[in-house]
Each structure stands twice: as structure tokens, then as C-alpha cells.
């Protein structure tokens, strides 16, 4: 968590302030193991008050989720008036110090706000621009106060999902969402002003076969887009895009299939559990399992197996 110090009356330490941060924590990825990324879920109090954020490490983005409220932003000696609400984002660029005036919410019943924050590591910025061919070097975000962007909001909100389900989606499907995340913000809100273009056209039918052979051959496993895009060279900023270019499905989704179809031909011939069949081909659970065969088939695993008995 950064450090922040409080301009409300007397100062308050640090240990004070984390204390506060702590208890109005509700969600963090921080035991999930994601890499160059944080994502956290904070209900904070609405009382009004001055907030001073130092220069911080890595790049911070908060996006409210609550009821309209009143911020005045100090950068650069000028004061920046704005109300901001669900769908809005605020983003700390790493490295740049700021002043908040925080009026509290438009409406006059005192409730807590909840607010998403991410934190992106700079390096992460760095090496996706460099994958990108944008070029080596920093690279720097552009502070926003109030924009409102739907797009970043939604691909934010799936990431909070992850959190709601403690990475239920698996590893696959998380590190797509943090490449989709840091290059909507790299084409939008960075100091890089030229249009990112993938450097291939289209996957060959060798690059595609090879891509379903690897999945396959690891079905079971945690599947991960930087590995699954390395066994053909390509960069996975790309590589999404280019797979569903390719196949008219997402790859997430691909796989996703492929494993509800390897467990129902083990429910009909093998004679295995519900969470030992999840268990062999990838789902991160019993229930998970249950959940894609039912949307895909109809059935429950259950109803599956019971044609193997017949």
C-alpha cells in the first residue's frame, strides 16, 4: 500500500494510516499470485476532508463504484474541479505527487464509498510498450481526473469479478485481462502517441496447430498466455487477438471447450469422480466443472455419467 499523508487537522503517522487502509479493505489480489498487478477493493469513509499523495513507485488507478462525490485536485499549482462517479477513472502516474480536496458525496446521507484501485508496476508498462515495438525506455501515463471511460471500466470490473471468485477463471484468463487492461491504457492514456499495430497479419495454420497441440497436450494444467504464445514466437499482446482472428472464438473460451468436452468423455468411459475428472483437466474446482458442462450441454456431470452406467 503507498504512503499517504493526511492534511486533516493535526497529522496522523503512517502506521495510523495503514491501519485505515487495512480496515477498509474488502477484497486484494495480493495473495493471488498476479504478476504486475494489483487489484484492490476499498470501502472508504465519505467524510470530508485534504489528502496529500506522494510521488508512489508504480501507477495507480482508482475507479469509483458508488454515488456521485465532489473532488478538487491540486497538480501543478492549479486546482482541477470535477464530480466523479461509477464509470469514471482517476489515475496517480507513477512518480507524480498530488493534492485531493474530497467534498463527499452529492447526496446529503452519510455512507462509506466503495472504490476499486489497481496498482500496475511500471516495468510492466515498460515491457508491454517494448513488446508493442513502441520503442525501450519509461514510459509515462497521463494523469486523468474524472474521464469516463466505460471501456477501461468494464475490463476493470471483470478483474474485480477474479477477486469475487478468488481467481476462479484461472491464470489464462487473468493475464488477459491485465494485456487488454495496460494496452487500452498504453493507446489511450500514455505519452505514446502512435497506433499500435500487430507485426503479424494472421496466424499460419502450422502457428494454429502447433497452439492447439500445446494446449492440448497440457490441458490439465494452468495454462499460461505468455507460454502458450511463446511456443510460436509471437508476443502475447498479440497473440489474443490473433487467435480469435483466427478461430472466431476467444482464447480463453477455446480452452474452455476443449476441457468440457475431455471431461465429458471421462464422465462416459471412466470410471472417476466429479473432482477427480476436474481435477485431470484443468478446472480449479468441482463446482467449476459442474458449471461450464451444465451451459454447454445441459446436464450436470452427474446426468453425464449416469449414461456411462446405462
Not at 491501519?19 to 486484494?28: D, F, G, R, T
Not at 497440457?218 to 480469435?244: M, Q
Not at 471447450?257 to 465429458?264: A, C, G, H, L
Request: aromatic share 6%.
Amino acid at each position: 500500500m503507498p504512503d499517504i499523508e493526511s492534511t486533516i487537522g493535526s497529522p496522523i503517522s503512517l502506521v495510523e494510516i495503514d491501519k485505515q487502509l487495512s480496515e477498509a479493505l474488502v477484497l486484494s489480489s495480493r495473495q493471488m499470485g498476479w504478476k504486475g498487478i494489483l487489484v484492490e477493493q476499498y470501502r472508504h469513509s465519505e467524510e470530508p476532508g485534504e489528502i496529500e499523495v506522494p510521488a508512489l513507485p508504480n501507477h495507480w488507478l482508482s475507479l469509483p463504484l458508488g454515488k456521485p462525490a465532489h473532488l478538487t485536485q491540486k497538480r501543478d499549482d492549479t486546482l482541477h474541479e470535477s464530480t466523479v462517479q461509477k464509470g469514471d477513472i482517476i489515475c496517480f502516474p507513477a512518480g507524480q505527487s498530488s493534492y485531493w480536496h474530497i467534498e463527499g458525496r452529492v447526496s446529503d446521507d452519510f455512507d462509506y464509498q466503495p472504490m476499486l484501485h489497481i496498482q500496475l508496476q511500471s516495468g510492466l508498462m515498460n515491457h508491454v510498450a517494448e513488446k508493442l515495438e513502441l520503442g525501450q525506455g519509461q514510459v509515462e501515463l497521463i494523469n486523468c481526473f474524472g474521464n469516463h471511460d466505460l471501456p477501461l471500466h468494464n475490463i476493470a470490473m471483470l478483474l474485480a469479478a477474479e477477486l469475487e471468485t478468488e481467481g476462479l477463471m484461472g491464470e489464462l484468463y487473468q493475464e488477459s485481462l491485465t494485456q487488454a487492461f495496460v494496452v487500452y491504457l498504453l493507446r489511450n492514456y500514455s505519452t505514446i502517441d502512435r497506433i499500435i499495430k500487430p507485426q503479424h497479419q494472421s496466424l499460419t495454420n502450422t502457428q494454429l496447430q502447433q497452439t492447439i497441440d500445446y494446449i492440448h497436450d497440457r490441458l490439465g494444467g494452468d495454462l499460461s498466455l505468455l507460454r502458450i504464445a511463446e511456443t510460436i514466437n509471437i508476443s502475447p499482446n498479440y497473440f489474443s487477438s490473433l487467435f480469435k482472428q483466427k478461430t472466431g472464438i476467444s482464447l480463453h473460451q477455446y480452452v474452455i471447450r476443449q476441457r468440457v468436452e475431455r471431461s465429458i468423455v471421462l464422465l462416459q468411459k471412466k470410471d472417476l469422480t466429479i473432482s477427480e475428472v476436474a481435477s485431470q483437466v484443468g478446472f480449479s474446482s468441482h463446482s467449476h466443472l459442474t458449471q461450464h458442462i451444465k451451459r454447454a450441454t445441459g446436464m450436470t456431470p452427474k446426468q453425464i455419467a449416469k449414461t456411462r452406467r446405462s
